[in-house]
């Protein structure tokens, strides 16, 4: 890894002034590493800032929560002791909510062999600080629903606006029925724009407000708009790994067979009455059309809803589905909207599930509240500019001027409208697990939430977002640059992974050889800024086979292809 010039406080924690050596888990005892400079640096003006909202804005979140002035002081007492634990190392302290996700996370802090914030990975000391800053508002029962980060979001969102509508404008131009090469083009594109939307992370500004910027071009009016696709072109060197031309090409031949397979399914339809096979989208069978009459005797059948299909039992998914585990809220919620509506209108899947974050996390990360803030807003949106053409150098008199381009919410609008009717239908599902805010890699999700993992194998292709998903994915470990995605999972492998991110921490693999060496000579930070990314696949996954484990919602009570 490069130094970084940072000062390593040596004398007051027990760091060492070396980088991160290869092939071990990210940690902040390596003074010379990103993870070190977050602990010590980033995460205490993030609580900083937390703590002045909370004093500069006490009256708004008291009227908006119901909060006393008492609440309040708790809440900032509660952040402070937070914030000097963390910077001194203290050990952790136990959760003190009473809730089986809080025991759990109990069972995880004893279960470490280091735990205090310096000495155990990074990762685990990030995801914990973020849980006791949401158990800061369980404790104070008015404060239960406050999102202490909501300000930064809505702002983030509002100065995202011209973006949003250039994109909007362009998708429309994408979701009518296209041949092969357009399809397989636009799908390239909107990868692409989902990537760079991952620059607007708060998370890594430390709550100050991201804006796009056009790169490396001359000032003119027209380059004055802030437009994503122009961006793609501008940007296009720095995308250090491309797997988007194989995303394309292979999540449309899975999703394909996905659909022969539930299309040529039988199984449902052989054992059971109409109810079941209608509950699952299957017609009738010809002998279930009429049901039969009940035997003499007997009593009428019983009354209630259909069972549902058992899912620990299914070899081939109930539809064509396609997930995506979503990062920050705003702009990149929005750009993986845009991509998720495309998939639906190609036919390319039926279902797009957007795995979300149940509790506010790392400053920016999406929550069922901000997913419909996004939608709400969009619909709601009044943007209107007029940009000037540019000046031509040549132009005569005689020449006729180019009318001003207008940028405008119109399409923005008209996209909403139809993603309120996704949710309705169930198109868009949200989905909000509590796996997604603990603080486990995801090599162990089949350990920790074999249930979640399953859920996940009936996607044809699962999208990772951002920068703590790939950490995740590579289990937070620092892994040879040029080792390869696959092996870098380290056998998560559910379904297809697919992952886009802009690189803003110290780790990374499949690279080419002598890629990493390359940039660090142009630039030793150049993992810390997120002006690079990655779009990278891996198509193995495991065979989705019959459950030993019981359906989590009847447990022992499960029984053949209905859960009873």
């Given at each position: ?280 989208g299957l017609p009738l069978c010809e002998q279930d059309e009429k049901p039969p009459e009940a035997p003499a005797g007997e009593g009428e059948a019983p009354e209630g809803p259909p069972p ?257």
């Amino acid at each position: 890894m490069p130094a970084y010039d940072w000062f390593v406080d040596t004398e007051n924690l027990p760091v060492m002034r070396i980088v991160t050596p290869r092939n071990v888990d990210m940690c902040g005892i390596y003074g010379m590493s990103f993870a070190y400079y977050s602990l010590k640096e980033r995460m205490p003006v993030i609580l900083t800032k937390v703590i002045d909202y909370l004093s500069r804005e006490s009256s708004k979140i008291k009227g908006s929560c119901g909060a006393s002035d008492e609440d309040i002081r708790n809440y900032i007492q509660y952040i402070t002791k937070l914030k000097n634990d963390l910077v001194t190392n203290k050990p952790y302290d136990l959760l003190k909510v009473d809730t089986p996700e809080a025991k759990r996370w109990n069972e995880w802090i004893s279960a470490v062999d280091s735990p205090s914030y310096f000495l155990n990975t990074w990762v685990f000391t990030e995801c914990y600080v973020y849980r006791r800053l949401r158990e800061g508002c369980e404790l104070n029962k008015t404060l239960e629903k406050f999102d202490p980060f909501d300000e930064q979001k809505a702002q983030s969102f509002n100065n995202s606006l011209e973006p949003m509508c250039i994109v909007a404008e362009k998708l429309a131009t994408m979701l009518p029925p296209s041949d092969k090469d357009k399809r397989k083009a636009d799908f390239i594109t909107l990868l692409k724009i989902c990537l760079w939307s991952n620059k607007c992370d708060l998370s890594l500004s430390m709550g100050e407000q991201v804006k796009l910027q056009n790169e490396g071009v001359k000032k003119s009016p027209s380059r004055d708009v802030i437009d994503p696709f122009q961006m793609i072109l501008d940007l296009k060197d720095k995308i250090l790994v491309d797997d988007s031309a194989k995303i394309a090409d292979q999540v449309v031949v899975r999703a394909e067979n996905i659909a022969k397979a539930i299309e040529g399914n039988t199984s449902l339809k052989k054992c059971s009455c109409n109810r079941l096979a209608t509950s699952a989208g299957l017609p009738l069978c010809e002998q279930d059309e009429k049901p039969p009459e009940a035997p003499a005797g007997e009593g009428e059948a019983p009354e209630g809803p259909p069972p549902p299909p058992c899912p620990s039992k299914f070899t081939v998914p109930q539809s064509v589905m396609f997930d995506i585990v979503c990062d920050n809220a705003g702009y990149e919620l929005f750009t993986d909207l845009c991509l998720a509506h495309f998939l639906i209108s190609q036919k390319i899947v039926q279902k797009v599930r957007f795995h979300v974050k149940k509790i506010p996390w790392f400053v920016s990360d999406v929550t069922p509240v901000d997913f419909q803030y996004v939608i709400s807003s969009c619909a709601k949106s009044s943007y209107r500019r007029e940009v000037p053409p540019d000046p031509k150098p040549d132009a005569s008199e005689d020449s006729v001027e180019e009318p001003p381009r207008v940028v405008s919410s119109d399409s923005l609008q008209q996209l909403a409208s139809a993603w309120e009717g996704f949710v309705q239908d169930g198109s868009f599902v949200v989905m909000c697990d509590d796996f997604w805010t603990s603080p486990h890699v995801y090599k162990d999700m089949k350990r920790y939430d074999p249930d979640l993992y399953r859920q996940l194998q009936f996607a044809a292709c699962v999208l990772f977002k951002g920068d703590l998903n790939y950490r995740k994915l590579l289990g937070e470990r620092n892994c040879n640059p040029t080792l390869g995605f696959e092996p870098a999972l380290q056998g998560f492998l559910p379904a297809p992974i697919a992952a886009c991110r802009t690189v803003k921490a110290d780790l990374i693999c499949g690279l080419p050889k002598g890629k990493w060496e390359q940039l660090n000579k142009v630039d030793e930070k150049w993992m810390e800024k997120g002006d690079y990314g990655v779009i990278q696949f891996c198509g193995k996954c495991e065979p989705l086979k019959v459950s030993d484990r019981p359906c989590p919602m009847y447990g022992d009570t499960c029984r053949g292809l209905v859960c009873s």
